[in-house]
């Protein structure tokens, strides 16, 4: 959806390419406004941010780590189930 609104946005490119290209910040009306808050000071912000979330996202693991055909089986196999209890009631 695309707005007729004007936005002031900071754009980081990534530390690790293998995650994201780059990460995009939308500052909110009035930042720059705030006491202390400078220019400088939002976009050291969102590259710490860009930051965390690249060593975060690195050690992310599912807490099912199985590979998709597996939760295929196993999704087919509930169906099956649920229509066989279904099926004999």
Not at 15 to 42: N, S
């Amino acid at each position: 959806m695309v707005k007729g609104i004007s936005r002031r946005v900071v754009m980081v490119k990534s530390p690790d390419p293998e995650i994201f290209d780059e990460a995009i910040f939308i500052v909110r009306e009035g930042a720059l406004r705030r006491p202390g808050v400078t220019g400088e000071k939002l976009v050291s912000e969102a590259m710490s941010v860009a930051q965390t979330y690249a060593r975060r996202a690195g050690r992310a693991k599912a807490p099912f780590a199985l590979p998709s055909w597996a939760w295929a089986v196993l999704g087919g196999a509930g169906v099956g189930i649920v229509w066989f209890l279904t099926a004999i009631l």
